[in-house]
Nanobody
Framework: VQLQASGGGLVQAGGSLRLSCAAS????????MGWFRQAPGKEREFVAA????????DYADSVKGRFTISRDNAKTTVTLQMNSLKPEDTAVYYC????????????????????????WGRGTQVTVSS
């Protein structure tokens, strides 16, 4: 499956952005979907995950209460609504898909960005100015 992320940009601290990731394949509904980010000089890190139905979600502690992940299987898209943005949220954001079940995928993603991801999208830059 091909993943195409969009929606990044430049925003002031406290502002909001909405990222979208479109999938090319209708098998999208079977995948665990997630977002990762990579800041300059840092390792790629997990941000958020959502199961196939959208009923289960997980977030990195750094974004809990500010970011919301959702999906629309009919439109084969996953979105990341980012509110109350901080300068430390500045990074390239990547969407990702896993063929594992939700428990296994999130456990693997917690190990590091190289684990449990079957498909990566191209990144989209998010810059938050102070």
């Amino acid at each position: 499956v091909q993943l195409q992320a969009s929606g990044g940009g430049l925003v002031q601290a406290g502002g909001s952005l909405r990222l979208s990731c479109a999938a090319s394949d209708r098998t999208f509904s079977t995948y665990v979907m997630g977002w990762f980010r990579q800041a300059p000089g840092k390792e790629r890190e997990f941000v958020a995950a959502i199961n196939w139905s959208g009923r289960s979600t997980d977030y990195a502690d750094s974004v809990k209460g500010r970011f919301t992940i959702s999906r629309d299987n009919a439109k084969t898209t996953v979105t990341l609504q980012m509110n109350s943005l901080k300068p430390e949220d500045t990074a390239v954001y990547y969407c990702a898909a896993s063929e594992l079940n939700y428990f296994s995928a999130t456990a693997q993603w917690a190990r590091g960005p190289g684990y449990g991801v079957d498909y990566w999208g191209r990144g989209t830059q998010v810059t938050v100015s102070s």
